[in-house]
């Protein structure tokens, strides 16, 4: 008997120790696949730091935010652009290295574009014929802004047509409902962003919330049924911010990511500390004449282009948000996981 239970002793003595030894290497195994881990993901960090480094980024820099009215052959005003004006903005901004991205974009941050490059973002309000005129088979007609900007696109591969078209109740000149629809269909099926421009264009100072709210919430209900889309921004008529700028962004039957402004200056990165959403600065079109020899298109890109600096330079990856190292104070805290200083 007592020599059974010492043979049943020492087989569970060497079952437990055969255990343990099994159980070296698999604890061994967990914490080298650890390290590994840990080493490649320093590894892959250096590289970004490297590249992000190499092409100069800086995603705390400045984004021109253009505004287009009509594109005219005859300009009546100085919103106006002609269709060989807007071709030469457009050509302007390929070759200095601006690739378009929608205001949305612009405003959550998500800013895809490769390294190197430089965001702008195009914005046409009040909703023109001119802007968007599609004939009988449901092209745009020659020299609306939309087949200028599919021209330039296609003569440039690489370079998206994007840009943000912000309705009033105008609609492109459509009064049928079925037409409205078409033209708005159109924009959100070529990759174009719907935004809401308040349904009469009413400047919204001084008005009341209820009055605010009934500008921007009819209007973004309009084109929602129309095109299925929610508007994600706003165009103040005018540039002006009701009494309360928080109103501009919700409203009972809204919610705008982002408002934008007339004027004059570029814009803040999102992932900086001095971007405000209910009030993003836009820059009007036009050449350096009167006020515009400092304020305006022409002389705000040239600043950008003699202070490289200053303008925002994508690293490449839509998922870091690269800098200069004495960049950091300007950094959002909500990005701070983003963060890849070099």
């Given at each position: 008997?007592?020599?059974?239970?010492?043979?049943?002793?020492?087989?569970?003595?060497?079952?437990?120790?055969?255990?343990?030894?099994?159980?070296?290497?698999?604890?061994?195994?967990?914490?080298?696949?650890?390290?590994?881990?840990?080493?490649?993901?320093?590894?892959?960090?250096?590289?970004?730091?490297?590249?992000?480094?190499?092409?100069?980024?800086?995603?705390?820099?400045?984004?021109?935010?253009?505004?287009?009215?009509?594109?005219?052959?005859?300009?009546?005003?100085?919103?106006?652009?002609?269709?060989?004006?807007?071709?030469?903005?457009?050509?302007?901004?390929?070759?200095?290295?601006?690739?378009?991205?929608?205001?949305?974009?612009?405003?959550?941050?998500?800013?895809?574009?490769?390294?190197?490059?430089?965001?702008?973002?195009?914005?046409?309000?009040?909703?023109?014929?001119?802007?968007?005129?599609?004939?009988?088979?449901?092209?745009?007609?020659?020299?609306?802004?939309?087949?200028?900007?599919?021209e330039v696109a296609a003569a440039h591969p690489g370079?998206?047509?994007?840009?943000?078209?912000?309705?009033?109740?105008?609609?492109?000149?459509?009064?049928?409902?079925?037409?409205?629809?078409?033209?708005?269909?159109?924009?959100?099926?070529?990759?174009?962003?719907?935004?809401?421009?308040?349904?009469?264009?009413?400047?919204?100072?001084?008005?009341?919330?209820?009055?605010?709210?009934e500008q921007i919430g009819s209007i973004g209900k309009?084109?929602?049924?129309?095109?299925?889309?929610?508007?994600?921004?706003?165009?103040?008529?005018?540039?002006?911010?009701?009494?309360?700028?928080?109103?501009?962004?919700?409203?009972?039957?809204?919610?705008?990511?982002?408002?934008?402004?007339?004027?004059?200056?570029?814009?803040?990165?999102?992932?900086?500390?001095?971007?405000?959403?209910?009030?993003?600065?836009?820059?009007?079109?036009?050449?350096?004449?009167?006020?515009?020899?400092?304020?305006?298109?022409?002389?705000?890109?040239?600043?950008?282009?003699?202070?490289?600096?200053?303008?925002?330079?994508?690293?490449?990856?839509?998922?870091?948000?690269?800098?200069?190292?004495?960049?950091?104070?300007?950094?959002?805290?909500?990005?701070?996981?983003?963060?890849?200083?070099?």
């Open positions: 008997m007592r020599l059974r239970y010492l043979s049943g002793l020492g087989a569970l003595i060497a079952a437990a120790l055969l255990t343990g030894c099994d159980s070296q290497p698999e604890t061994a195994k967990l914490t080298n696949n650890k390290v590994d881990a840990a080493a490649k993901a320093k590894a892959d960090r250096a590289a970004k730091v490297k590249r992000a480094a190499a092409v100069k980024a800086n995603e705390l820099g400045q984004i021109p935010v253009l505004m287009f009215h009509r594109i005219v052959p005859k300009p009546q005003t100085t919103d106006d652009r002609s269709p060989q004006q807007f071709r030469a903005d457009l050509e302007r901004l390929v070759k200095e290295g601006y690739v378009p991205v929608s205001a949305a974009e612009l405003v959550t941050g998500k800013i895809d574009i490769p390294a190197g490059k430089h965001p702008v973002v195009l914005t046409f309000d009040d909703s023109s014929p001119s802007q968007l005129t599609l004939n009988a088979m449901g092209v745009p007609q020659k020299d609306t802004a939309v087949a200028i900007l599919k370079w998206k047509p994007k840009a943000t078209f912000y309705v009033t109740r105008d609609m492109f000149g459509k009064t049928v409902r079925e037409e409205q629809a078409q033209a708005l269909l159109w924009l959100k099926d070529n990759g174009f962003e719907l935004g809401n421009h308040t349904r009469d264009h009413f400047n919204l100072r001084g008005r009341s919330q209820k009055e605010v709210e309009e084109i929602e049924a129309l095109s299925y889309v929610k508007p994600v921004t706003i165009a103040l008529p005018y540039g002006n911010q009701p009494n309360k700028k928080n109103w501009a962004l919700r409203g009972k039957a809204y919610k705008h990511a982002g408002a934008f402004l007339a004027g004059y200056t570029p814009a803040p990165a999102p992932f900086s500390k001095a971007f405000d959403p209910a009030g993003i600065p836009r820059i009007k079109v036009m050449e350096k004449k009167g006020d515009c020899a400092q304020f305006c298109s022409e002389a705000w890109l040239d600043w950008l282009k003699k202070n490289p600096d200053m303008r925002y330079t994508s690293d490449g990856d839509p998922r870091t948000v690269a800098y200069p190292k004495f960049k950091a104070p300007s950094l959002r805290k909500a990005f701070a996981t983003w963060s890849l200083p070099y």
